[in-house]
């Protein structure tokens, strides 16, 4: 049995819960994210198992991202800038923590 079998590649049920409050402001306010952080936040609002690359993605998008977070408007809750939304799509802050984790714990596993 290889060793990512034994690791949970579902999210903390926080990331589940930022995504699905990225999904409900994007659609509120109409910004922020693309397609693919769409779907990402609907694999993490609904605890999918992901794909190892799928947490290497998620690792290199916080990494990409981080700059948003000074951006106008970051975290303003009445009026979130197109960054934060996106941010929260991808899990936020416990969704770049759990990535992180799991991407150490994993390595360089190969999808199944």
């Known amino acids: ?4 079998d034994e690791i949970d590649l579902r999210c903390p049920q926080a990331v589940a819960d930022n995504a699905a409050k990225g999904l409900r402001l994007r659609a509120q306010f109409g910004r922020g994210g693309t397609e693919i952080g769409v779907a990402r936040a609907n ?8 794909a ?16 948003d977070k000074r951006g106008r408007n970051y975290g303003n809750e009445a009026n979130p800038s197109a960054g934060h939304i996106a941010w929260l799509l991808w899990g936020g802050d416990e969704g770049r923590a759990w990535a992180l984790d799991i991407k150490r714990k994993i390595g360089n596993a190969p999808d199944i």
Do not use: D, G, Q, W
Not at 1 to 4: D, G, K, P, T
Not at 53 to 67: C, D, G, N, Q, W
């Open 1 to 4: 049995m290889h060793e990512a």
């Open 43 to 50: 694999e993490l609002k609904n605890r999918e198992k992901l």
């Open 52 to 67: 190892p690359s799928t947490i290497r993605r998620m690792v290199s998008y916080f990494a990409r991202h981080e700059v």
